[in-house]
């Protein structure tokens, strides 16, 4: 089982551009969940996706939307971006109907200059 | 959104016991208890959970007070891999969205 993966790993944006973030959830989890995380902070909730719809957002402005797969993978864009979108995305898989653990993949670290 | 309080920093000799407080005074009845840890550049790394009653496994065991207002994760033998900022999170139920909403975590050293 691989896990939970994102791709890129790494990723280099001028600003005002546009950004497409990639995540497989780990085998048999059907929920996936993204989070922000700066420098020195805790992630922040970003969204959740579950049976293809955007179940529960955070506070984030709409440049930051997303879209699931009937396969469960899940995409994160992020429009018009600023400094400030340089961060490290994280991805997190879970089942949908248990308060089991949720799996994180290795994150993609996206830096906006 | 329930918050969750810890310290900023501790420190622990190499195999000995840690243990890593957090207050969760606005805990609702529904909640569970995560604690997850991270490694530099990676993504957070699930350690254990529970809803009342303490719970072991092979990485931890967690204790939960009896009005679950605070609880405590215990490393029983701390080793240099354990150095990494821990985080208590309270987990909604699945029925709201079960997401989670982390703080700034516990920065573990270990001293060899």
């Known amino acids: 089982d691989a896990g939970v993966t994102q791709s890129p790993t790494h990723l280099i944006k001028t600003r005002g551009q546009q950004v497409t973030l990639r995540c497989s959830p780990k085998s048999g989890h059907d929920t996936v969940s993204w989070y922000q995380q700066a420098l020195g902070q805790g992630p922040q909730f970003i969204f959740q996706y579950y049976e293809e719809e955007e179940r529960q957002r955070g506070n984030f402005p709409d440049r930051f939307s997303g879209h699931q797969f009937p396969n469960y993978s899940s995409e994160l864009n992020v429009n018009a971006l600023l400094l400030g979108d340089s961060a490290l995305y994280l991805c997190?898989?879970?089942?949908?109907?248990?308060?089991?653990?949720?799996?994180f993949g290795q994150g993609t670290r996206l830096t906006v200059v | 959104d329930a918050k969750t309080t810890q310290p900023n920093s501790m420190e622990s000799n190499e195999e000995e016991p840690v243990h890593l407080p957090c207050n969760h005074s606005t805990i609702s009845g529904t909640d569970y208890i995560h604690w997850y840890r991270q490694l530099p550049s990676q993504g957070p790394e699930y350690v254990i959970h529970?809803?009342?009653s303490n719970v072991n496994n092979r990485m931890a065991s967690l204790a939960i007070a009896e009005d679950r207002k605070s609880s405590t994760l215990i490393l029983h033998r701390a080793t240099l891999r354990d150095a990494a900022v821990y985080y208590c999170?309270?987990?909604?139920?699945?029925?709201?969205?079960?997401?989670?909403?982390f703080g700034t975590g516990t920065s573990l050293t270990v001293i060899p």
């Open positions: 529970g809803l009342t």
């Open positions: 999170i309270l987990r909604a139920s699945h029925l709201t969205g079960n997401q989670f909403y």
């Open positions: 997190a898989s879970s089942q949908g109907r248990s308060n089991t653990e949720a799996f």
